[in-house]
């Protein structure tokens, strides 16, 4: 298969990572690579340091022609541009590693369309003998390919509108980015307010979100799809933050 053909699951592709590659490594320089509040989650629990360490540390924010900003790991100028978690040996956080890196190299294109991140010349890896189709590859990786855990996540742009008033946008923009990022301040937010009452929220979905960060990572997707109220948000956030 060509390096620039565009394939379906069903087709098969060769690749292959090791050490053995001249290229090994190479692929995790001066990228962009974009997290979703899923890897987010995975790879601070991974580093055992708060949501709020891993973004300061780990990342920078872009803002983005919808709106909406997105977090981006940070590739060090002092070190070669090169992802922070990578070593000699490889992967630091394999177990932990974002969706992204999971799928690579492959890229997806479009329904049922995908082609690759790399051309041969930059990765050998897809010189070597092994083959797969996507799925194969996706179910290896530990890769959900319809990211069943975010689905609601990916609904937050078609649902929440700006208004064009800049303290209002820059308030939804600061939700956002709490409620499905910062899962830590999140949880003051909710729990160091009234933000329970003024939500409504039942006991029985505050006892299950108060110290599970999957559940509240979910019930922060459905809360800015379904429940966000500007002026009570904006209280709670005042409560709190000051």
């Known amino acids: 298969m060509s390096d620039n053909r565009y394939f379906s699951k069903e087709d098969k592709f060769n690749f292959a990572c090791h050490q053995g590659l001249a290229c090994f490594n190479s692929c995790c320089r001066d990228i962009s690579i974009f997290l979703s509040p899923y890897d987010v989650l995975r790879l601070k629990k991974a580093l055992q340091i708060s949501s709020q360490q891993f973004l300061d540390q780990y990342t920078y924010i872009i803002n983005t022609g919808s709106g909406f900003p997105m977090v981006v790991i940070r590739m060090p100028e002092e070190n070669d541009k ?111 307010s009234s933000f329970l009452h003024l939500f409504e929220i039942p006991e029985d979905v505050a006892e299950r979100i108060k110290d ?12 800015l799809v379904n429940h966000l109220d500007i002026r009570k948000s904006i209280a709670v956030r005042d409560q709190v933050f000051g």
Request: charged residues 30%; negative net charge.
């Open 82 to 192: 090169r992802c922070p978690f990578v070593t000699d040996k490889g992967c630091s956080v394999y177990q932990a590693r974002p969706w992204s890196c999971r799928m690579a190299p492959v890229d997806i294109k479009g329904e049922n369309q995908f082609g690759f991140c790399f051309d041969s010349s930059q990765c050998q890896g897809l010189l070597e003998n092994k083959q797969w189709t996507v799925n194969e590859w996706a179910e290896n990786q530990g890769v959900d390919l319809e990211q069943k855990i975010e689905k609601t996540f990916n609904e937050i742009p078609a649902r929440v509108k700006f208004t064009g008033l800049s303290a209002i946008d820059r308030h939804i923009r600061e939700m956002f980015l709490m409620a499905c990022y910062n899962l830590d301040k999140f949880r003051r937010f909710i729990f160091d």
């Open 212 to 223: 599970n960060d999957l559940e509240l990572m979910e019930f922060g997707f459905d809360w």
